[in-house]
């Protein structure tokens, strides 16, 4: 129950720092756990990021997988399985540029599904417009990157980002994408004026939902990388009679089964 997409960024790229809990960054976080389990893929996705970046590859629909956007695959780290499939493509194109000297066919292809969002445009489209109220998103991801994370760039805008592995990115939407995306190509306008848009109406009433009298429950994952753990104790503290299931057992399940 946040009225703008800036502060969700915030807490998902990295702990915001009034946080008391010092809880690790969940996106960075996931970045470390993954090079913790496969670290050879440290050089690996270099070494993909800097051939993407002196070679203009376009995928299978006439999409441009460029570094940013391979760097997207990590939207899987917060799902079920997703360390595994990552490292399967990350393995599978490293060794395509060490045959072939460059990504195959077959290989651009299981990376232009990995996110499918050329089939999941609303998604792209409403992901940030969704927590408005009141106030324009204005390329929330692109603002609060650019400002706050630069160690996420690529190729390495600093000296001491160029020293660790590269990182993915997570649950964001950027502007790029209405580019690199044939599919969302088209949208690219529309999404434009989404973005300044500023009469968003209130999306919830606090003050029935602290006399709420249906029954709720919800499900709440502490190692969720798409959901901060403590924005959803927040929202829950806002509805009365909300029962909060909290576990660390589980992750979410991908998004484009």
């Given at each position: 129950m946040v009225s703008?997409?800036?502060?969700?960024?915030?807490?998902?790229?990295?702990?915001?720092?009034?946080?008391?809990?010092?809880?690790?960054?969940?996106?960075?976080?996931?970045?470390?756990?993954?090079y913790a389990k496969y670290p050879f893929d440290a050089n690996r996705v270099r070494e993909i990021l800097n051939y993407l970046h002196m070679h203009p590859t376009s995928t299978p629909n006439g999409g441009s997988m460029t570094p940013r956007r391979f760097q997207q695959l990590g939207l899987d780290f917060g799902a079920h399985g997703g360390f595994d499939r990552?490292?399967?493509?990350?393995?599978?194109?490293?060794?395509?540029?060490?045959?072939?000297n460059k990504i195959t066919y077959k290989t651009l292809t299981l990376l232009q599904e990995s996110n499918n969002f050329d089939s999941n445009v609303l998604y792209a489209v409403l992901h940030e417009p969704i927590y408005c109220q009141g106030r324009a998103s204005n390329w929330s991801a692109?603002?609060?990157?650019?400002?706050?994370?630069?160690?996420?760039?690529?190729?390495?805008?600093?000296?001491?980002?160029?020293?660790?592995?590269?990182l993915f990115t997570g649950e964001m939407?950027?502007?790029?994408?209405?580019?690199?995306?044939?599919?969302?190509?088209?949208?690219?306008?529309?999404?434009?004026?989404?973005?300044?848009e500023k009469d968003w109406p209130?999306?919830?009433?606090?003050?029935?939902?602290?006399?709420?009298?249906?029954?709720v429950a919800a499900a709440t994952y502490v190692e969720d990388m798409y959901v901060d753990y403590?924005?959803?104790?927040?929202?829950k503290e806002k509805i009365?009679?909300?029962?909060?299931?909290?576990?660390n057992k589980y992750v979410q399940h991908a998004f484009f089964d």
């Amino acid at each position: 129950m946040v009225s703008h997409p800036d502060e969700v960024y915030m807490r998902l790229f990295r702990t915001l720092p009034s946080d008391k809990s010092n809880v690790p960054e969940k996106v960075i976080e996931r970045n470390r756990a993954y090079y913790a389990k496969y670290p050879f893929d440290a050089n690996r996705v270099r070494e993909i990021l800097n051939y993407l970046h002196m070679h203009p590859t376009s995928t299978p629909n006439g999409g441009s997988m460029t570094p940013r956007r391979f760097q997207q695959l990590g939207l899987d780290f917060g799902a079920h399985g997703g360390f595994d499939r990552i490292h399967n493509l990350v393995l599978r194109t490293s060794n395509d540029l060490h045959l072939f000297n460059k990504i195959t066919y077959k290989t651009l292809t299981l990376l232009q599904e990995s996110n499918n969002f050329d089939s999941n445009v609303l998604y792209a489209v409403l992901h940030e417009p969704i927590y408005c109220q009141g106030r324009a998103s204005n390329w929330s991801a692109d603002r609060i990157m650019a400002s706050h994370f630069q160690e996420f760039f690529w190729p390495p805008r600093t000296n001491e980002a160029s020293n660790y592995p590269p990182l993915f990115t997570g649950e964001m939407i950027f502007s790029w994408m209405f580019a690199d995306y044939a599919e969302l190509r088209p949208l690219a306008q529309v999404a434009g004026i989404l973005a300044k848009e500023k009469d968003w109406p209130a999306l919830y009433d606090e003050e029935q939902l602290l006399k709420n009298d249906v029954p709720v429950a919800a499900a709440t994952y502490v190692e969720d990388m798409y959901v901060d753990y403590e924005m959803s104790k927040d929202t829950k503290e806002k509805i009365r009679g909300c029962q909060q299931w909290i576990t660390n057992k589980y992750v979410q399940h991908a998004f484009f089964d």
